[in-house]
């Protein structure tokens, strides 16, 4: 039994809201408060992920020119990134707490992706 249950599918139709709430919870959340960029870096990556999300090869990529595990290599290395950022940046509060839940999410994503047909899956 596999734990893997996220489908290619899934995973496109949920990279638009995601990169919208990358750009618009910081803002109505008010971060930024221990370093301004606890702002700017989801934001950033708000519109990094929206972009990524159009050139991606899937079912809601607009252009489709990136194969889609650079998109997968891509969302790891942001969950990375926001892992790290709440003890590379010295946030506190709200900051801290929102990097380390989004950074698991992701993480958690991508960890959960299940193989396309005809790729072997790693245990």
Do not use: E
């Amino acid at each position: 039994m596999t734990l893997r249950f996220v489908t290619k599918t899934m995973h496109s139709y949920l990279d638009y809201p995601v990169a919208l709430g990358l750009i618009v919870l910081p803002v109505l959340l008010g971060l930024g408060q221990t370093n301004p960029i606890a702002l700017w870096l989801s934001v950033c990556t708000g519109f990094a992920a929206l972009l990524l999300t159009i050139l991606t090869d899937h079912d809601t990529g607009l252009v489709r020119v990136l194969p889609y595990s650079v998109h997968l290599a891509v969302d790891f290395l942001v969950g990375l990134t926001f892992l790290a950022a709440p003890f590379v940046l010295g946030l506190s509060g709200l900051d801290f707490a929102y990097y380390l839940v989004n950074a698991l999410a992701v993480l958690t994503v991508v960890s959960l992706q299940k193989p396309a047909a005809g790729q072997t899956q790693a245990a």
